[in-house]
């Protein structure tokens, strides 16, 4: 009797002393978040970009926070990594209005000239970039618990509706998991990079003394295709390849 | 029919007048076709011969009305011979088109430049001229001393001597003085020299060595990779040439045709050329040299030069001349502040001369302007090794100025809607964008847990996903289990059905009422049915479908009969001795159940 009351009280005691450190972590994570607006707002934008990043990196990462960030880098006059935070919060907030302006906006300060397309994945299953990976989640495990309540009722009962009902069930059922599965593909295998320097070269071999093939500017979208050494091959578009030292790009993917 | 006052059907007339007008409008449309493509043309098949060569000369005339000969100029130079008329009349798209061609074959007296035209015909108190055309004379070959062959097969090059890259003229000719057919040509394969066909063959009349010949002309351009000292091997030349007859009696047919034999297969090889190609020069080389060698000029325009803004004007930049013209590069336009610019995909068009490939490669770029001003598109340059002059040159544009307006806008219309709704609404004016900025951060304390763009977690993502299944799993399997258990309690009660009747059976002896009645029984509960009268026959057939033998079946029809029989003869209550019979039919029925 005496072990057992010891025991629930030593579980209680567990459970409340995690309830306090979380409830610690979110007090601090919330003054994080409002110096990070403070400074913003009397504009000391490095320092809220550090406030935004630690908020990031303390595992607060979603859309609002890269939007921040992404605002607080173009008020610093970093282009790159503003377009870079921007392009991650569009992947987790894909119909935020003032994300898609603010976006718009820096895109047009860039100096390169190009028209980005929107990759085969994205222009095929033109959807994908209508929900995030969160939202797709959700519509699946609805139509998973919408199918599978109608083969449970039918094996209780079988009216002449129940056939065509779960054919077209499993039909949505498949169509969302694949769109799932696309869209986890999407956002773990962006092979996209933004070029974080005023301007780079793009080198015909991951050496320093290569031939220059071409010249790109700060905010620029290019996709990765292998690393070596320090050194990134980049692809631009069929005819405009290169490398490109690590540091002068950094990946979308998070 | 209704006839007139004259008697001739109405009908008849009226259709007289339609065959005259449409008469007239074709007579108006065919002479209106034809003045409307009134040229005069001046053509000569190839730029380039030799004093030896003729050359022939097409004057083209396209108009309508009777004229005289074409009076053409600059060829004072040259001896003429007439080749005759050719007329041509088409009808494409219902329009008439007529030609007349005069063709002449000149034949230069000296070398030089030449340039032939215009033609100038008179029709109809109006002058037609012509274009002029140029023509190269270079001075034939000195052939003398040679002795002239029948046929015999020639090589040249334009250069013994040139830089890498830099296009050859490699002319092959084929003199004859008798008939040929089924030609066929093996050029010399080497490697670093690519050959390339420059057009059609050319067949002209030719004097060598003092006898003239007919002429079949053949041009390659030929472009090296690599330095070095090369040997073109001779081309060989596979035909069948057809021997002149030599009988002295002619034959009743005197059509030239006729004056030559069956053919002979012959081959015919000429001569090898040495060619010395040299490297391009390291002197004067420019850093961002693009290997191109030739004689180029460059050119750009932007049109519109002024625009409103909003709008787009389109730069042209246009690269052209001759030489290795797919080695033209393609331009890239330096950054122009406060402009976006869009580049279109390069063309690259050539086309053969005599004188080799020319090209054109035309570049376009949309400019979109961010503001109001003038801006000013910079200069962009090409180095190229030019051969004639032996040296690097750089072309350059000019820069080109583009001046960009405040927007225009449209009038307000407000006349249509005072129209529609009696009543003018207020003045619409396009929204004005006075500035840009981006929008403010989000600030909201719900932002920083994400709302609902949050991920679920792991865990909870799962158990709804794997939840449904497994609920549905867990009831499919509890479905079963129950089914089975309704089974199995079946199977129990049924194989309890003979311990029943044969505990009937032998506690007492039964009357053929109740034997029936406990057969029936027996057979409801072993075989889970609810009959209300078992019959011999129905007895028979469930018994034989659960796989009991024949004798056994009709040994329990047999008993059963028998006790209907007792009951339906009045005997239903006597005591019968049946029981032991029957429990021995059921025992060894339940053995050979399947």
Known sequence: MRRTVIAILSVVFIAFSLAVIGLAQDHSAEEVFYRANQAYKQGDFTQAAQAYGQLIEMGYANGHLYYNLGNSFFRSGQEGKAILMYERAYLLMPRDADLLFNMNYVKDQRVDALQEGQGVLASTFFWLNSLNLAEFYRVFVICNLLLFTALILRLFMNPSWMPPLIITAAFVWSAVAGSVAMKWYQVNFDDRAVVLEKEMDVLSGPQEGDTVLFRLHEGTIVYEERTEDQWVLIQLSADKRGWVRAESIEGVRM | MRADAQGRPRARTGDMKRFAFLLAAFMMLVSSSLSAADEVTLSLDRTEATTADSVKMTVGISVSGHSGSPVIQGITDFHISPGGTSTNIEFVNGRMSKRTDYIYYIQPVKPGTYHIGPAEVRIGGRAYRSNTVELLVSKASDAAGQPPEQVFLKAEVSKKRSYVQEPLIYLLKLYRRLEVGNLSLNL???????????????????????????????????????????????????????????????????????????????????????????????????????????????????????????????????????????????????????????????????????????????????????????????????????????????????????????????????????????????????????????????????????????????????????????????????????????????????????????????????????????????????????????????????????????????????????????????????????????????????????
Not at chain 2, 200 to 226: M, T, W
Not at chain 2, 436 to 461: A, E, Q
Not at chain 2, 515 to 520: Q, S, V
Request: glycine share 8%.
């Open chain 2, 188 to 594: 010399p394969e080497i490697s670093d020299l690519n050959f390339r066909k420059l057009g059609d063959p050319l067949e002209y009349q030719s004097n060598y060595a003092g006898q003239q010949y007919n002429v079949l002309e053949l041009r390659y351009e030929i472009v090296a990779e690599h330095a070095g000292k090369y040997t073109i091997e001779g081309a060989s030349m596979g035909m069948t040439v057809y021997e002149p007859r030599t009988s002295r009696t002619r034959s009743p047919f005197s059509d030239p045709f006729f004056m030559f034999s069956s053919g002979r297969p012959a081959k015919f090889t000429s001569d090898a050329i040495e060619l010395e190609i040299v490297p391009l020069p390291t002197e004067g080389r420019p850093d961002d040299f693009s290997s191109l060698v030739g004689t180029y000029e460059i050119a750009s325009s932007v049109e519109p030069a002024g625009i409103a803004w909003g709008e787009s004007a389109s730069l042209t930049v246009t690269l052209s001349g001759a030489g290795n013209v797919t080695c033209m590069p393609d331009i890239e336009l330096p950054g122009i502040k406060q402009v976006k610019v869009y580049a279109d995909q390069p063309v690259l068009e050539t086309r053969p001369t005599a004188r080799g490939f020319e090209g054109t490669k035309t570049m376009k770029w949309a400019l979109v302007p961010q503001a109001e001003g003038t801006f000013v598109i910079p200069s962009v340059k090409v180095n190229f090794f030019d051969s004639a002059q032996d040296r690097y040159r750089t072309i350059s544009t000019e820069p080109q100025v583009l001046t960009v307006s405040p927007r225009l806008e449209p009038a307000p219309d407000t006349a249509g809607d005072a129209g529609l709704s009696g009543k003018a609404g207020p003045v619409k004016s396009r929204v004005e964008e006075l500035g840009r900025d981006i929008l403010p951060n989000h600030t909201s304390m719900k932002d920083l847990s994400g709302g609902l763009y949050r991920t679920p977690k792991g865990m909870f993502f799962w158990l709804w996903v794997l939840l449904p299944p497994l609920a549905y799993a867990a009831a499919a399997l509890v479905m079963r289990f129950h089914k089975r258990s309704h089974e199995q309690l079946s199977r129990i009660r049924s194989r309890g059905a003979l311990k029943v009747f044969v505990k009937r059976c032998r506690h007492k002896e039964m009357n053929a009422v109740e034997l029936i009645d406990a057969l029936e029984e027996y057979f409801n509960s072993r075989f889970v049915l609810s009959l209300g009268t078992l019959t011999p026959d129905e007895a028979g057939k469930i018994l034989k479908k659960r796989g009991v033998s024949q004798d056994t079946c009709l040994e329990m029809m047999d008993a059963l009969a028998m006790l209907h029989d007792a009951v339906y003869t009045g005997r239903g209550e006597k005591r019968l001795d049946l029981g032991d019979d029957l429990v021995r039919i059921l025992k060894k029925a339940e053995k050979e159940f399947g």
